[in-house]
């Protein structure tokens, strides 16, 4: 903890593009990671509250807290002030939000009605195109939204982005095959 308070004083007031430079803690599910350190939300919460520096955030990424815990809506409700990014990925095989046991529209009408406004990154491994993919998970975003903010074309509330998709998907990305959508 008291490392993390250190690098916190080292980045306070530092940002990248306008925006504050941030500390992402992120827990893991021990099956698939068992020397890792930090398996639990809850003590990640923990830490993010006993440094109390507002560049250190949580990373809640909802595959690692399924796998271990589960409740990810309660989770999200009593703890989306110290949320600064959201990974997304279904279980069981960590692929795209609908292949699962992971209710995704509801978690997404959930953050709208906490007004999440931080980035949510897809960070699944895809079962087809990536760039289809990638699509169709982002529209599961647009069904889930309000009305009103489905009108607008895009999940007006959040970023959806592209992070963690194979290489062959950046390229494509990057050559004009695909260009994502900021809200």
């Not at 939300?41 to 271990?68: C, R, T, W």
């Given at each position: 903890m008291?490392?993390?308070?250190?690098?916190?004083?080292l980045?306070?007031?530092?940002?990248?593009?306008?925006?504050p430079?941030r500390?992402?803690?992120?827990?893991?599910?021990?099956?698939g990671?068992?020397?890792?350190?930090?398996?639990?939300?809850?003590?990640a919460?923990?830490?993010?509250g006993k440094?109390?520096h507002?560049?250190?955030?949580?990373?809640?990424?909802?595959?690692?807290?399924?796998?271990?815990?589960?409740?990810?809506?309660?989770?999200?409700?009593?703890?989306?002030?110290v949320?600064?990014?959201?990974?997304?990925?279904?279980?069981?095989?960590?692929?795209?939000?609908?292949?699962?046991?992971i209710?995704?529209?509801?978690i997404?009408?959930?953050?709208?009605?906490?007004?999440y406004?931080?980035?949510?990154?897809?960070?699944?491994?895809?079962?087809?195109?990536?760039?289809?993919?990638?699509?169709?998970?982002?529209?599961?975003?647009?069904?889930?939204?309000?009305?009103?903010?489905?009108?607008?074309?895009?999940?007006?509330?959040?970023?959806?982005?592209?992070?963690?998709?194979?290489?062959?998907?950046?390229?494509?990305?990057?050559?004009?095959?695909?260009?994502?959508?900021?809200?």
């Amino acid at each position: 903890m008291e490392t993390l308070k250190r690098a916190a004083a080292l980045v306070e007031g530092q940002q990248i593009n306008g925006q504050p430079v941030r500390l992402l803690l992120e827990c893991l599910h021990l099956e698939g990671n068992p020397h890792y350190y930090l398996t639990s939300a809850i003590e990640a919460i923990e830490i993010v509250g006993k440094v109390n520096h507002p560049q250190v955030q949580f990373l809640y990424d909802i595959y690692h807290e399924q796998m271990s815990f589960g409740q990810l809506i309660v989770k999200l409700e009593k703890h989306i002030d110290v949320i600064g990014l959201i990974h997304i990925a279904d279980v069981p095989g960590r692929h795209e939000p609908g292949t699962g046991e992971i209710n995704y529209a509801n978690i997404y009408r959930k953050l709208v009605e906490l007004n999440y406004r931080r980035t949510v990154a897809m960070e699944f491994l895809p079962t087809d195109d990536e760039v289809t993919t990638l699509r169709a998970a982002r529209e599961i975003v647009r069904r889930a939204a309000r009305p009103e903010e489905a009108a607008c074309g895009s999940f007006c509330l959040m970023r959806l982005v592209l992070y963690q998709m194979t290489t062959r998907a950046i390229a494509r990305i990057r050559n004009g095959g695909y260009r994502a959508e900021r809200a």
